[in-house]
């Protein structure tokens, strides 16, 4: 399903000659995303409707509405729950200014149910090797995505390269896009802005190289042995 949007300006203007306006930004987190909740309840059943129809376009402008409450530049996903069988996610991006937001958003967020669960960042999928992603003409299994990764012990970090067979074949903009896809996919966003380091794209397969299970264990290791200051 998944619709994942910037949500850095919520409304469409009526004409493409109007300038967007600006967003306040909440003064009070706590405030912010009780009012997102209240809206929530309100939506819940158009969303639902959309969803069960497979058609979640219908609710992305009043939920984008609804996320701006919060703050202007964050992020929102819906997408399959991996306890639920929905997900909602707001996601700062690990920008640490947005940070009391979202953590206001998921202290305020109602108990999860079979129907609903919550997340604060974008989660790690269960089986990243069983993903195949769609990129223009390309179709890329992350199976196939072998990784260079070197432990940085004594600061709890890891620098990475990523390859993939299909990498040469992508442009510039592709070609991050899934460098960065197979980490966030495997390790979730906030593992992934905690613990790693440096990220660079291999064209050519190096040697010594893991898969993503391989290093989601790893790191999962590593952020076991050195907690990071927020834990």
């Known amino acids: 399903m998944g ?6 300006r919520a409304d469409t203007p009526p004409d493409p000659r109007t300038e967007w306006p600006e967003q306040p930004v909440p003064e009070d987190p706590v405030a912010a995303a009780e009012a997102f909740w209240r809206r929530w309840a309100e939506l819940l059943p158009e ?4 969803l069960g129809d497979r058609e979640p376009q219908r609710v992305e402008h009043e939920l984008c509405k609804a996320v701006a409450l919060v703050h202007p530049d964050l992020q929102f996903s819906l997408d399959r729950g991996q306890r639920a069988i929905y997900a909602l996610v707001l996601t700062a991006q690990e920008d640490p200014a947005l940070r009391p937001y979202t953590d206001a958003w998921k202290a305020a967020a109602p108990p999860e149910d079979a129907i609903w669960e919550y997340h604060d960042s974008v989660p790690p999928v269960p089986d990243p090797t069983d993903v195949t992603v769609n990129l223009g003409a390309h179709r890329i299994a992350l199976a196939d995505v072998r990784v260079v990764a070197q432990v940085d012990e ?14 040469s074949e992508l442009d510039e903009r592709g070609r991050t ?15 992934a802005a905690e613990r790693l380091r440096r990220v660079e794209t291999a064209e050519a397969e190096p040697a010594e190289t893991v898969g993503l299970l391989q290093l989601r264990d790893l790191v999962r290791s590593l952020a076991e042995r050195q907690p990071s200051e927020d834990d």
């Not at 619709?3 to 850095?8: A, G, L, V, W």
């Not at 004594?154 to 067979?165: I, W």
């Open 177 to 191: 896009a899934m460098t960065f896809l197979p980490l966030d996919a495997t390790l979730g966003e906030r593992l």
């Open 154 to 167: 004594p600061e709890g970090v890891v620098d990475v390269a990523v390859y993939h067979p299909l990498l």
């Open 3 to 8: 619709i994942f949007r910037r949500r850095k």
């Open 47 to 50: 969303v639902s409707a959309a």
